[in-house]
């Protein structure tokens, strides 16, 4: 065996530093935007909500969600919908009837104007191609839970027939009342009860984990018991509706997880407002997240 010598360990270290900064340089060429990713997992239909990402124009944002894999931009008027078909894209929860969060089908004195902008918004989903449209119940105003359900299912029994024709789902969301004060649909058990008093598969709920969350916990149990009354998923980390990474207090992977196991098809909706500097980085890491 030949003697190993100082000198030709230092040559052997030498060479192999000289290796070793070659592949450096060639790995530093390639800049994380250029590195391939692997194409997602296709369980997961992934949707974003564009308001948490309002600097970017429309027709950019829906090139930069293709690109990422996303299928989705969501919570668009109807000037907006051809925009993001045209591009190869859907609008998972459309939105453009209604008087918005506050003013919702739980006062009966608005069920004439609710029912007037529904029944023009309907047939224009179904045209888009679209199917899923956002209600709200508004704000509790004093009344119960039991009142709540009366008025609110008076006023939708109105329009569910309309929904049903056009094969549009309305979604009711589901808000935490502490920031949204004295929103009447905030808890997943009165939103199912409603589903089950209008009887109707076009009357549905838009689960969003974020805000139950903070008004109940409990997500994965509770997606296990109430999924048949769920059309939309909505994501977001708490505390804070940031990211929804290792900085939050859910565990993403496993209630992706307990989606697929319930058997649900629907969106899931991105809807946390990025705090990192590189916001199309940080939505790309939240999609990945829920790849499972």
């Excluded at 929860?93 to 029912?115: K, T, W």
């Excluded at 909706?269 to 916001?279: R, T």
């Amino acid at each position: 065996m030949k003697t190993i010598t100082r000198r030709t360990a230092l040559k052997t270290a030498l060479a192999s530093g000289a290796a070793l900064m070659t592949v450096g340089k060639l790995d530093a060429a390639v800049s994380p935007k250029e590195q391939v990713q692997e194409p997602l997992k296709g369980n997961i239909h992934h949707s974003v909500s564009k308001w948490c990402f309002g600097s970017y124009p429309l027709d950019e944002f829906c090139d930069i969600c293709k690109k990422i894999g996303i299928e989705s931009i969501e919570l668009l008027d109807p000037k907006d919908w051809k925009t993001v078909t045209d591009k190869g894209l859907t609008v998972a929860m459309a939105q453009g009837a209604g008087l918005g969060i506050d003013r919702g089908f739980n006062d009966p004195s608005l069920h004439d104007e609710l029912v007037k902008s529904y029944e023009e918004i309907i047939p224009k989903v179904a045209e888009a191609g679209l199917t899923n449209l956002i209600c709200f119940s508004g704000r509790r105003n004093g009344v119960t839970d039991l009142q709540g359900w009366q008025n609110c299912e008076k006023g939708l029994k109105r329009i569910t027939p309309i929904a049903e024709k056009h094969k549009v789902v309305l979604t009711m969301e589901l808000l935490n009342s502490v920031g949204h004060k004295d929103y009447l649909c905030d808890h997943t058990v009165w939103g199912s009860e409603l589903c089950r008093r209008v009887g109707s598969p076009n009357f549905r709920l838009l689960y969003d984990i974020y805000h139950m969350q903070i008004m109940e916990g409990n997500i994965i149990d509770n997606i296990r018991r109430y999924h048949e009354f769920f059309s939309h998923i909505h994501t977001g980390g708490n505390p804070g509706r940031a990211e929804i990474d290792e900085t939050q207090e859910l565990y993403y992977p496993a209630i992706m997880k307990a989606l697929l196991d319930v058997g649900y098809k629907g969106f899931v909706g991105q809807e946390f407002v990025p705090k990192q500097a590189d916001k199309i980085a940080s939505l790309e890491k939240c999609i990945r997240i829920c790849d499972i």
